[in-house]
Each structure stands twice: as structure tokens, then as C-alpha cells.
């Protein structure tokens, strides 16, 4: 018999050590599981034992324990719960296994809070809200309707639905922007290369050769030299800029207005508009859908647009529809095309309103596929021209200089 350590979370979520005698690492490993611990780290020895390896694993399990919970980790979770009820679980017990099997020791740890809360008499929706900084709103009122509904499956299935798709709209939205951005990385470190490096040793070489330097030589030796001596206070400037503006954006006025000026830039603009729509629809269509009331589905839809300007005119709206008001009446002051006003007319006349939000949420999506082409068309052909006409003009002054040196002429 050897002696195993091991570290593990307990059904409470809280991390735990001990030891544990076992025949080799594989019984070991079905000893403390069977103990109902999830095992963290488990090997041969004594725990002050451990080698540097064990050291750098640790500190990884730290950080990826304090690292928060990913839109695909809650899929997942919505996607586990969905399957367990259905096959006959209680949520009780759904809530524990779907906590074992969590890949995020946070998330773990905030389902078994959840699971103590529902053993002490809380429901599940009242649980799930003390953990708002990983469930939002939307997740909480479908849990209240699904409870008084019985329905508490389907509701998962919606909320692995909605996840998913806000997960492909930001993923598209990166999409657009990651190739140009590494193009703009790699011609500024080119870029860099040639002003800091070999310019300078250039300009000695044309000096040596007591030659006069060609006009295009010359313009890229003074660009160097001005570089070599600002270039620090300008790097420190566009820092400056950029952190500026990250701390003003999450000033709710500057942010109110930043947000409001984005939706009504070219291209950019209408990119956003289309995502924001897309997921205000479906979003929308879905809660309706889960028996929740206008205005409690208006309310938690203006938590997840992503615009602080939308925001505001759904919170708006809700005001007006607590007033009395028709939904359509409502949206009239609100930022949004008028398709969405006139379609939420139709909606509302006929009595299709999820119906008619599900058809108006496929068609922005569709809407933001195509703007996202058009984005990214019109990025990089504008980031080529522009890095280009740099770099080919530096290999024309060198051209030219080497010409005027080879030549003798100036």
C-alpha cells in the first residue's frame, strides 16, 4: 500500500487536502471520488513533497479557478440541466452533478451554493439570482416563469439557445476585426524594424560615401530621427488616448454618449445595429415565449445590448409601457430601424409577436453576416494600401540612395 495526497473540492464547492492508502494512483482515484469529492490534484507522496511541476500546476489551478465563467461554460451547463430534467432528475440533483462536472472551479462552486440554497427551502430562480455576476437577469425571470410553468427543460433549452447565439454574434464581430488587427501588429513591428535598425545604419553609409542624400532618403532619415527622439512621448500619448478612452466609457454619461455615436458611424454603425437587433429579437421572442409579460421582457432585454444608448431607450420603453402605452408606441423615440417598429406592429395586431420576433431575429442575423463581409472588405484592402504605400516607400528611398551612391549623382 502507498500513500496518495490529494487536493479536491467537497459538494460544497470549498477545496480540501488529505491523504489517502491506496494500491496504485488508479484506486486511489475511486477512494476519494467515492468519498463525493471532485479531485483537483492527486499523486504519490506527501503534499510538501512536490516537485516544481506540481508547483506550476497548482498556481494553474488557481488561476483558472479565479478566471470568470465563459458563455460556453453556461451553454453547457444549460445544455447538461436541460438533458438531466428531462431524464427525470430533480433540479436538486441536476444542480449537483452539473456542479461536478463543471469545468471552471467557479462555476462549480456557485452551482453548489445554488444546490445549499434549494436544500435550505430557497426555489431555484431565487437561488440563481445571489449569483448574478455569472447569471444574468434574463436567466433568472426564465427560471420564474419555467418554475411557475413547470417547464423548467424547456427553459434551458432557451437559455442554451440564447447563449448560443450571443456567442456567435461576438464571435463574428471578433472575427472581423482580428485579421486586420494582426496585420496592423506585424507592418508596425516591420515597420519599426526598418525606422529604428536599419535606417540609422543606412544614413552612416551614405555619409561615409560624403554623397548627398535623394530627397526620399532624406524624408525617411528625418521621419527616423524625429521617431528615435518622440517616439517614446508618442507611444506614451496613443497609451494615454486609448486608456483615456476605456475609463471614460465606463462613465455611464461619456459611455451614453460614446455608445449612441458608435450606432451612427458608417459601416461600423449599421454592423452594430444588426447585432444588437438580432439578439433584442430573439431575446425578446423567447421570453414572450416563456409566459413572461411585456414589460418584464423589455426590462431584461435592455440588460444585454451591449449599448448603453439602446439601453436606455428599452428602459424608456418600459416606462412608457408601465404609463399604458402600446409596445409599438413605446419604441417610437428608441434608436432602432423601423422594421423592428413596424414588424413589432404586426406582432402585436395579430397576436404573433414571438413568432414575428423570431423572423425579424433571423433576418438581422442574416443582415449582420453580410455587414460583417463588408466590414472586413473594406478593412483590409484599406490596411493593405496603406501599409503598403509605407513600406514600398522605404524601399524606394533605398533604391534611390543606393542608385545616386552607385551612379555618383545626387
Known sequence: MATFSYIALNPAGKEMTGRIQAVD????????RGLGLRILDLHQGELESRTLLDAVKAFARLLHGALGVRNTDLMLFY?????????????????EAAGRLAS?????????????????????????????????RIAVKLAEAGESSGELDAVFERLAVL???RTDI???????????????????????????????????????????????????LDVADWLSRWGALLGFAIAGTIGGFIVLHRLPA???????????????????????MAQISWT?????????????????????TGNAALTRALEQAADMVIEGRALTVALDRAPIPPLVRHMAAIGERSGEMETVLEALGNHYQKELDARVKILSALIEPVLTLFIGGIVGFVYYAFFQAVLAVSTGGG
Not at 117 to 131: D, K, M, N, P, V
Open 284 to 304: 425578446f421572442g423567447l421570453l414572450l415565449k416563456s409566459r413572461l409579460t411585456v414589460l418584464e421582457a423589455l426590462r431584461s432585454v435592455a440588460q444585454i
Open 79 to 95: 445544455r447538461q440541466m436541460q438533458l438531466m430534467l428531462r431524464a427525470g432528475h430533480t433540479i436538486l440533483e441536476a444542480l
Open 254 to 276: 461619456a459611455r451614453l454618449q460614446i455608445d449612441r455615436l458608435l450606432l451612427h458611424l458608417p459601416v461600423v454603425g449599421s454592423t452594430l445595429m444588426a447585432a444588437a
Open 25 to 32: 494512483v488508479n484506486e486511489a482515484r475511486l477512494l476519494v
Open 163 to 165: 447563449t448560443e447565439r
Open 104 to 136: 471552471r472551479p467557479r462555476l462549480s462552486r456557485q452551482l453548489a451554493r445554488c444546490a445549499e440554497r434549494i436544500s435550505a427551502g430557497s426555489s431555484f430562480s431565487a437561488a440563481l439570482s445571489r449569483e448574478s455576476s455569472t447569471f444574468p
Open 170 to 220: 461576438r464571435r463574428q464581430l471578433m472575427t472581423a476585426l482580428t485579421y486586420p488587427s494582426i496585420v496592423l501588429l506585424v507592418s508596425i513591428g516591420v515597420i519599426s524594424f526598418l525606422v529604428g535598425t536599419v535606417v540609422p545604419r543606412f544614413a552612416l553609409f551614405l555619409q561615409s560615401r560624403g554623397k548627398s542624400i535623394p530627397w526620399a532618403a532624406q524624408t525617411m
